[in-house]
């Protein structure tokens, strides 16, 4: 990962961009997990499926 910075007055600061999360499909836990948000946690499953 090459950092490269940006100025702001006496200060570096490093342009930190985050490598995209890859897409696939989801697996055994995470059908699970996502049954379980959708069940017990609806406010947690809206917020997660939005992003």
Avoid at 4 to 11: F, I, L
Avoid at 34 to 47: K, Q, T, V
């Amino acid at each position: 990962m090459k950092l490269t910075y940006e100025k702001c007055g006496d200060y570096l600061i490093p342009n930190l961009i985050p490598d995209p999360e890859p897409e696939g499909e989801l697996r055994k836990f995470g059908l699970m997990r996502r049954s379980y948000l959708e069940n017990h946690r609806g406010h947690l499953f809206r917020i997660v499926v939005v992003r």
